[in-house]
């Protein structure tokens, strides 16, 4: 495998300054609850904010609302978010790989109803795949969309799914057939439908963001077929991609580990400064990886096999980063602490452990890799 | 003495105890109140927190070895009560020839921001991370004067108690005083013998929740099918699986010689080795054990999240891995790591 070394051009350093000025102003520090990368806050009002400027649904064309820019852009614009842990949760799933995916594979009509909302910021996605008896094995999932006059009537439970309780639309896989790859559909689902019931599943840090999804005979019609019936695995997919080499998968911590390194809670001693150079350097290593997996998607590439090498080390990064950060810290952080840099450190040790479970398990990756690598 | 000459019906008995009276979902309720009063009392009726401690001082008698075997069995249930706070601060107490009653105590762990200064009996300052302080009657800590290291008992009720929680949502909180009269009486040994045996105790407590997580993982993984099969057939899930044996293990029979040591010498090296090695296996063991689990280990409903934020807590308190490798490293760069390691068991002292 090899990944071409590429840094960002003038324009698109122009870009970051102005997202880092936009930033100091819409976001000074103590204004905003630091979050943990792409599981930050839910603000709808600064997810608005973001698309009208222009920095949301990047990538989308711009007869749909879209920026019609480039990944890399879209990158320049979302590390500066992560960094200082925007509130960034409620336009996330739909920025990074819902609109994509509809530009891609949707109707004319999809793609004029959804994109401008999406870019605007108004509309929030969440990812209907798994279920509680399909989670690594995807493809055997269960949940039954069966033909009826006009459209489809869904019947089964997806799980785990991320911001269903405040998103607008769910995009999700059902079984349209019994063949196992082939009878796999993707769907557009809006929240309010009848028949489909969102409960709260409360995580390990006492948040509800996980969801339990429960479809009893919902009806959704014909225009809500994401591409072609039978294709929703190969779609899937290719949102995978997009899911995993992202920026996302290593700056989880890095609000934390700026406060840390800049001596936010004392100066660092010998150890813990020879640690934070370690860290830099990983950090910078995987900053290439990410900007050059970004330039291969502009070059009309679909770097999946480099996207979930990238997402398998990555995320296992992010955990050893909330450990040496919590050694170094020297007790154990309360949740409950008026410094919010203590909470979300505390927050982190609870939660790090599902870096490398969500958008698929390292041990799925490593399997995807392999595979791949072999193919290749 | 050693865990081999505590009764083996004991053990069966501690665990079935905890089991039955501390199950999950009392474990849960127990994280929205300040305390499940009727498990402690249950657990103070039976004396369990005076094991160790001389029927002739108002203890339940028996060994270290015995109230450890408790604590392994509290450690496994999660059980929400200050076992190791009340144990310890009764031994101390016993240890400076006072009596015990049974009430709910505590103990300062030590924390570098802490400012208690006591002269002439009356003590001014603060005191971090104090498990359960807002429910005890007092906390104990070790102090230097002028005759000696002496035990201070702060009598909580005449303390501001300012509520903070442990990653379990324990109540772990921050003392203020301000002139107040304490009781003072002569610590017989070294100031470190206090900690030394809060670490044990919690220690025990690490060693009961990582033969937990190895247990309760490894049931899971023969349950869960994906891909048409358990997932524990898959080798890299039985790589999990096999990280928490070994760190189960490991941390039992560290706990076991720490222990041995101990009755040696109360503030054997060992105690700090122990830690040492129980916390990295603790930082192993809730990777594995979550890895393992995929998304349902992450949630409030399962019961995996009770045993690994207790281990998330302790790992970071009673000797936490920064200050322990440096101390620990002070020892062995002085001695060397062979004389280190094959000395006989209470034989090296702390740094
Ligand atoms: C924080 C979080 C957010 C999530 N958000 C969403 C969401 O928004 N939408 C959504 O649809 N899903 C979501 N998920 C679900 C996620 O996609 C699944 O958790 C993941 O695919 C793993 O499935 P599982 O949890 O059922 O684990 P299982 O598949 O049961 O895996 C258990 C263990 O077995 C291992 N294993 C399984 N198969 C193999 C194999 N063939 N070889 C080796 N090891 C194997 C796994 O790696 C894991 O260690 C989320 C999960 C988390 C933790």
Not at chain 1, 103 to 117: D, F, I
Request: glycine fraction near 10%.
């Amino acid at each position: 495998m090899h990944l071409d070394a590429t840094d960002l051009s003038e324009s698109e350093l122009r870009l970051q300054q102005e997202v880092r000025e936009f930033l100091a102003e819409r976001l000074p520090p103590g204004s905003y609850d630091v979050g943990l990368g792409m599981t930050g806050a839910s603000d709808p009002e600064f997810s608005r904010d973001l698309g009208a400027r222009g920095w949301l649904g990047m990538s989308l064309p711009p007869e749909y609302g879209g920026g019609g820019r480039s990944a890399v852009e879209r990158l320049v614009v979302v590390e500066e978010l992560l960094a200082v842990g925007a509130p960034v949760a409620y336009h996330w799933i739909g920025d990074r790989q819902s609109g994509p995916n509809i530009a891609a594979n949707g109707t004319e009509e999809q793609k004029r109803a959804l994109l401008p909302g999406i870019a605007s910021g108004e509309l929030s996605f969440s990812i209907g795949m798994s279920e509680p008896d399909s989670g690594s094995d995807l493809a055997s999932l269960r949940t039954r969309a069966e033909r009826v006059p006009g459209g489809w009537r869904v019947n089964g439970t997806k799980i785990w799914t991320t911001g269903a309780a405040q998103a607008t639309h769910i995009l999700a896989l059902f079984r349209t057939s019994d063949d196992r790859h082939h009878g796999l559909t993707q769907f557009i689902v809006e929240r309010d439908l009848e028949g489909l019931t969102v409960s709260p599943i409360p995580f390990i840090d006492g948040t509800r963001e996980f969801c339990e999804l429960a479809f009893e005979d919902v009806f959704i019609p014909d225009e809500m077929v994401l591409g072609e019936v039978g294709a929703g695995w190969g779609q899937n997919t290719a949102e995978l991609a997009l899911e995993r080499g992202g920026v996302d998968r290593w700056m989880s911590m890095m609000p934390v580990l700026d406060h840390w390194a800049r001596g936010g809670w004392g100066q660092l001693g010998a150890a813990a400064t020879a640690d934070a150079g370690e860290i830099a350097a990983r950090c910078w290593a995987f900053r290439g990886v990410s900007l050059a997996i970004a330039r291969m998607v502009d070059a009309g590439k679909s770097p999946s096999i480099e996207a979930a090498l990238a997402k398998e080390m990555a995320t296992r990064f992010e955990q050893d980063c909330v450990e040496i950060v919590t050694r170094h810290y020297g007790r154990t952080p309360d949740l409950t602490s008026d410094d919010p840099y203590e909470s979300v450190l505390a927050r982190a040790i609870l939660v790090s452990p599902s870096w490398s479970i969500r958008g698929g398990t390292v041990e799925i990756l490593r399997n995807i890799v392999s595979k791949g690598l072999a193919r290749a | 003495m050693t865990s081999q000459d505590v009764d083996p019906s004991f053990a069966p008995l501690m665990a079935q105890f905890f089991r039955e009276q501390s199950p999950p979902e009392r474990v849960s309720a127990a994280e929205q109140q300040d305390l499940d009063e009727s498990l402690w009392a249950q657990v103070t009726e039976m004396g369990l927190p005076l094991i160790g401690i001389d029927e002739t001082l108002g203890g339940s008698g028996g060994s270290l070895a015995e109230l450890l075997v408790v604590l392994e069995a509290a450690g496994r249930a999660s059980a929400p009560v200050p076992l190791a706070e009340t144990a310890t601060a009764s031994w101390a107490l016993a240890h400076t020839g006072a009596h015990v009653s049974g009430d709910l105590l505590t103990v300062a762990p030590g924390d570098p921001r802490d400012t208690l200064t006591v002269t002439d009996g009356v003590a001014t300052g603060v005191v971090h991370g104090v498990p359960w302080a807002r429910v005890a009657t007092h906390t104990v800590t070790v102090v230097a004067s002028g005759q000696g290291p002496v035990l201070v008992a702060i009598p909580l009720a005449s303390a501001t108690v300012r509520a903070g929680y442990d990653l379990a949502r324990q109540p772990k909180d921050m003392v203020s005083i301000d002139a107040v009269p304490v009781a003072v009486s002569p610590w017989p040994g070294t100031p470190n013998e206090l900690t030394a045996r809060l670490t044990l105790l919690r220690g025990a407590l690490m060693a009961g929740a990582l033969e937990e997580v190895a247990d309760l993982t490894r049931q899971y993984v023969s349950e869960r099918v994906q891909f048409g099969r358990p997932v524990g057939r898959f080798q890299a899930v039985q790589e999990h699986v096999v990280r928490l044996e070994q760190q189960a293990t490991l941390a039992l029979l560290a706990v076991n010689r720490a222990a041995a040591a101990a009755e040696v010498n109360p503030s054997a090296l060992e105690v700090k080795l122990m830690k040492l090695a129980t916390n990295e296996g603790a930082r192993l063991a809730v990777r594995a054990a979550h890895q393992a689990h995929g998304a349902i280990g992450m949630t409030q409903e399962y019961r995996l999240q009770l045993l690994t934020r207790r281990l998330n807590s302790w790992l970071g308190e009673a000797g936490t891995s920064s200050t322990l490798a440096s101390e620990i490293g002070a020892v062995a760069t002085e001695r060397g790591i062979a004389p280190l390691i094959t000395s006989s068991a209470g034989t090296m002292e702390q740094a």
